[in-house]
């Protein structure tokens, strides 16, 4: 399976966060109850469904309750090594990819960018990248380097804790990153192989009922 699923959730949908409620972990469900806004929540609740739903379509159901994390915080299901994914979520969207080979998946609301966040996290390329170009894009130009950083330091298993400024996405990482955006979001995957946009399911509200309609009610699942 090689896949990148994306659902933009632009007016959230309190019906279609109660059925994902119902089809996620208690301590999902725990942790989307902590947040406010109702764009924030489905998203969270999202992640985890969309995994569920690949690896049911994969014939791995059985497997998911062995959600195990590694040191650094990267999700597997430790009786199916093969079955690679990984989830982000930020307001108004989920992103999902999923691989027969590591991966990581980023994705980020389009802001104004942070030269603080920048002179913290990124190496004097990405500084340079963001800086030379035309001044109205250098929002995206920062998004695209943080989702790209984010989504290597996930497929490389170390977590967001690593030293991110201690790598250049705008140079040779030993790595493949296929990045796109919206009008609004950023979204980035990494892997050994490419992905393209051929791999890229784009599910509107209806699909996504869809798919956690065919989710039986959740078993006790080890997910967060």
Not at 5 to 13: D, L
Not at 14 to 42: C, F, G, H, N
Not at 93 to 119: N, S
Not at 183 to 197: G, K, P
Request: proline share 5%; with cysteine.
């Amino acid at each position: 399976m090689k896949e990148i699923w994306v659902y933009e959730s632009h007016n959230a949908s309190e019906k279609l966060a109660s059925l994902a409620a119902t089809r996620v972990s208690a301590q999902r469900r725990a942790s989307a109850a902590r947040l406010k806004r109702p764009e924030d929540k489905l998203p969270l609740l999202l992640g985890e469904a969309f995994v569920r739903a690949a690896a049911q379509r994969s014939g791995l159901c059985e497997a998911f309750s062995q959600w195990n994390r590694q040191p650094g915080g990267k999700p597997f299901l430790s009786h199916r090594p093969s079955f690679h994914f990984n989830i982000s979520h930020t307001a108004g969207a989920v992103l999902a990819a999923f691989h027969t080979a590591p991966v990581g998946a980023d994705t980020e609301y389009i802001g104004h960018g942070d030269p603080a966040l920048a002179r913290r996290f990124f190496a004097p390329g990405e500084i340079d990248f963001i800086r030379n170009g035309p001044t109205e894009d250098a929002a995206r130009r920062f998004c695209r380097i943080w989702t790209q950083k984010e989504a290597y330091v996930k497929f490389s298993g170390q977590g967001i804790t690593g030293a991110m400024a201690n790598f250049d996405v705008t140079s040779d990482c030993g790595v493949r990153f296929f990045c796109f955006e919206t009008n609004v979001h950023c979204f980035c995957v990494c892997a050994r192989e490419a992905f393209t946009e051929s791999d890229i399911l784009h599910l509107n509200t209806n699909a996504v009922f869809k798919l956690l309609a065919a989710l039986p009610e959740i078993p006790d699942i080890d997910g967060s």
